[in-house]
Structure formats: C-alpha cells, structure tokens
C-alpha cells in the first residue's frame, strides 16, 4: 500500500469521526425508577426500554418501545418523551414499522403539552389502550415507528429533559405502567434513572475502527520499504 493510499485512509477515517459527533446513531432509555410514589412493577429493572436510531437512513429516526420487564398482566398506558426545544414538535410525523402488537390510540405532540403524573411536561405522549383488548401494550411486547418530519432529526434530537412542572424529576421520558400487583389494581410512574444516557455512533464507530486498521496496515507496510 502505497503513501497516498495511507494518507487517503487516514482523512477519511477523520472525517467519518468528526460527522459521527453530529449524529447519535443510537440513544437508548432504560426505565429503572418508579418515581410517583406508586407500585412499581414487580420484574427486575428495567421493565422498560426505549431506543432511538438514526444509523438506517438519514432524516428519520426509528423508536422502539420494549415492555420487556413487565410480568403477567402489567400493561403500558401512556409513554412520553421530550424534543429538542429547538424544534417543533407538531411537524413530526410517526409510521408504524411492521405489525405492531399495540397499537395507541392516538400519537400526540405539542410543546410541553403533556404531563406525567403532574410532574413534568413532555412534548410527544404514546397513548395505549387500558381495557383488555390485543391493542394493549402488554408483557413482553415491542412497538416500533419511523418518525420523520423535521430537516436535520437525529437520534439525539430526543435525549432533552422533561420542563419542570412540580413534583419530581425531570425526567428523559417517562411511561404510566398499569396492572400491577396481585389483582392488577396497581399503577405506577417510571421513568430513566442516572444521567444523560451517552449516544453511541454504532455505524460509524465500527467502520472508523476498520479504516483505522487499514491505515494502520498501510503505515507499516509503507515504513517497512
């Protein structure tokens, strides 16, 4: 491999390093605190997870919502996040990927338009079902959307705390488990625990990393002449 080739290497690993720090590739919630003095739910956190993606195409971001530490008949009610407060809100649009097991009654937005157990405010509310029906957002369960509709959206465009509004937090999002206890008359709030959750550039870490190694390749075999 020849000095040019080493050189060329080199930038071009610079350059994806330096794009990836403008864009999250994943950012991902775990919910491992009840915070309304509630029930929380009786499985091991964290019972929920939530994990935004913008490596798949530029201009929208994925949302997968996991209930995968509920247990029997505990169900998701209401699921909130925030934006940046750049941005507006009302302009995203959502697509469900595939067949959602649940499906909400409504996707809601609006700047600060929505309250978690009159704690604080969020800009985007998933509204699920809460009668027995195959809609609801149960047990073991995955929801996934597309959401779109704002130039420049990245993963990272919803790692914004909720507006104070009393009460506890803020929080990073925040969700209304239901059907806790024995006979599923308990509720609870949960929400994130700890700090900034860090985004992680998965795309282009991984390919930094392999023209990090061809360089390093090229370097020696260039030194070696």
């Known amino acids: 491999m020849n000095r040019k080739i080493f050189i060329l290497g080199v930038v ?3 350059t994806l390093l330096g794009a990836s720090q403008g864009s999250a590739g994943t950012l991902t919630f775990d919910f491992n605190i009840e915070f309304s003095e509630g ?21 929208f971001v994925r949302l997968t919502m996991s209930a995968l530490g509920l ?3 505990e169900f998701v ?15 995203l649009t959502f697509a469900a990927v595939g067949i959602n097991p649940a499906v909400p009654n409504s996707i809601d937005t609006g700047v600060d338009a929505f309250q978690a157990d009159g704690d604080g405010k969020y800009d985007i509310l998933f509204d699920f079902p809460t009668a027995n029906s195959p809609d609801r957002f149960t047990a ?3 929801v996934i959307y ?12 919803f790692n914004f705390l909720s507006a104070p509004a009393g009460g506890h937090g803020p929080f990073f999002a ?6 806790i206890g024995p006979e599923g008359e308990d509720s609870g709030w949960v929400a994130p625990g700890g700090g900034a959750p860090v ?17 390093g390749y090229g370097r020696r075999k260039f030194f070696k002449k």
């Open 12 to 14: 071009t690993l610079l």
């Open 39 to 59: 029930t929380p739910p009786a499985g091991p956190p964290p019972w929920l997870r939530a994990t935004f993606d913008d490596a798949a195409n530029p201009g």
């Open 199 to 215: 985004p992680e550039p998965a795309t282009m870490l991984l390919l930094g990393s392999g023209l990090l190694g061809v360089a």
């Open 77 to 91: 009610s209401e699921w909130s996040f925030n934006l940046d407060t750049a941005l507006d809100p009302t302009q």
């Open 174 to 179: 925040a969700a209304h488990v239901q059907g």
């Open 146 to 157: 597309d959401i779109d509709g704002i130039v420049g959206l990245t993963a990272n465009s």
């Open 140 to 142: 073991g369960e995955t």
């Open 71 to 73: 247990t029997d008949v």
